[in-house]
């Protein structure tokens, strides 16, 4: 699939293409794929990626079925770089995402978006982003998440910050210990397995975590050190250990780096740690505790209620240095997404949208029974209970931000008594969603 198309009104026209990766796209220099990656270095700022690597990043996008968008400007000064590298960058997949429901709902991602500072203020992002949201709403699509890396951007589009990580720095010097009874063993993994492990053990995770999102095609590759950080080329430091429940079945890994023997506190830094069960994740733990010579472990995608410091002797030992917001949810069909989350409890509710986009505003009735909601469309001159923007309904979304916060920023306003007490209680849960997957 490949498209083009322009876009007038500017001093020289723009030009927007649009193409899906195949395991056929050209990886060489200078070809359209290099280029569109290049461009999205610039934006991000990293270093420009070697020729031998592209075939690599060409399988993985096209194992992630990613839509690639460039816009390109024709007529560039004589010195700049050449019109074939997009000025503007812009990338798409679909995968899952679990809203606490029966099934994971399909879920449109958004990723690589990026402006060069010589063409903001014309429109750029603001035409990708609409075209792609109404083109996977038509596809019937009931949400568009992204993980923001400026949270001022995509408000506008109708994204509101539903999730929250902790980055954490456990001390695991001798004071460290974790209580409990330990279950079933923690061993080291052997490099070759851990792809297949770290996707069976993610699946397990996924299933059980309202909020977790599918894993494109390098997390795999990264958490066994196939790729490192900056590569697609081995990662000679990294290390995972794998722990199996008593019936010999493996149900978490962690995979981690030492930082050098130049770095005081000796420190360990988890790449990621998944945990298809409680017992697992503090069984994780425990190893890492036990590691020879390290002071410290640092973490930055811990959960906001992270259980990890009240299982310790000494809950000292755990401190947060930071919370970051992760993903960012944008309905795009009101009913398909309402109805595929789970509730809580039971109740009815009226409820008014507002959408910039034109894409989910409306008047909507939710009835919950029995933890399942039904939604239809309602006049608008109904009685509502409750009125806010989709960026506010995406917030809500997942259950991990307080109604009563948002009607204290005045993001959601409740026109009847009792409205937001049982928006509350339809909608929050005992656990905040957690999302440790990043795109």
């Not at 400026?150 to 010097?173: K, L, N, P």
Request: glycine letters at 10%; charged letters at 25%; hydrophobic letters at 40%.
């Amino acid at each position: 699939m490949s498209t083009q198309t322009t876009t007038p009104g500017t001093s020289t026209e723009l030009r927007l293409e649009k193409f899906q990766v195949t395991a056929e796209e050209d990886a060489s220099p200078g070809g359209r794929f290099a280029n569109w990656f290049y461009a999205v270095g610039v934006g991000f700022f990293e270093p420009r990626a070697d020729a031998e690597d592209y075939p690599a990043y060409v399988k993985a996008f096209s194992a992630d079925g990613r839509v690639l968008v460039g816009v390109h400007d024709d007529a560039p000064g004589a010195l700049s770089v050449d019109g074939a590298v997009p000025v503007a960058t812009y990338a798409s997949m679909r995968n899952t995402l679990n809203a606490g429901g029966p099934e994971p709902l399909q879920a449109h991602l958004i990723t690589s978006v990026t402006v060069r500072p010589s063409h903001r203020r014309r429109g750029l992002l603001r035409r990708m982003m609409t075209e792609d949201l109404q083109d996977a709403a038509a596809a019937g699509v009931p949400v568009a998440v992204l993980t923001a890396s400026e949270a001022t951007i995509y408000g506008r589009f109708g994204f509101g910050c539903a999730t929250f990580t902790s980055s954490v720095t456990v001390d695991v010097r001798e004071r460290f210990a974790v209580l409990g009874t330990p279950t079933g063993r923690t061993e080291l993994a052997e490099p070759a397995e851990v792809p297949a492990l770290s996707g069976e053990v993610f699946a397990r995770f996924h299933a059980r975590t309202r909020g977790s999102v599918g894993r494109q095609y390098s997390y795999a590759r990264r958490v066994s050190g196939q790729w490192g950080r900056e590569r697609p080329v081995e990662d000679k430091a990294v290390r995972t250990a794998v722990h199996y429940d008593d019936a010999g079945n493996a149900v978490g890994y962690v995979a981690y780096r030492f930082e050098g023997w130049s770095r005081e506190p000796y420190t360990v830094s988890i790449i990621d740690l998944v945990a298809g069960t409680e017992e697992s994740y503090l069984a994780l733990w425990r190893y890492l505790g036990a590691l020879d010579l390290i002071q410290e472990i640092t973490w930055d995608e811990a959960a906001v209620d992270d259980p990890l410091p009240w299982a310790l002797a000494d809950r000292r030992c755990y401190r947060v240095t930071g919370v970051e917001d992760v993903l960012w949810v944008r309905l795009l069909d009101v009913a398909g997404a309402l109805e595929g989350r789970g509730y809580r409890s039971s109740g009815r509710l009226v409820f008014e949208v507002a959408d910039a986009l034109g894409l989910a505003g409306g008047t909507y009735q939710l009835t919950v029974t029995g933890g399942r909601g039904r939604v239809e469309r309602v006049a608008s001159d109904s009685e509502v209970d409750v009125a806010m923007d989709i960026a506010a309904l995406g917030s809500l979304y997942l259950g991990g931000v307080s109604p009563g916060a948002l009607v204290g920023a005045g993001l959601v306003e409740q026109r009847t008594e009792g409205a937001i007490e049982l928006l509350n209680d339809l909608f929050r849960d005992a656990e905040n969603p957690y999302c440790i997957t990043h795109f």
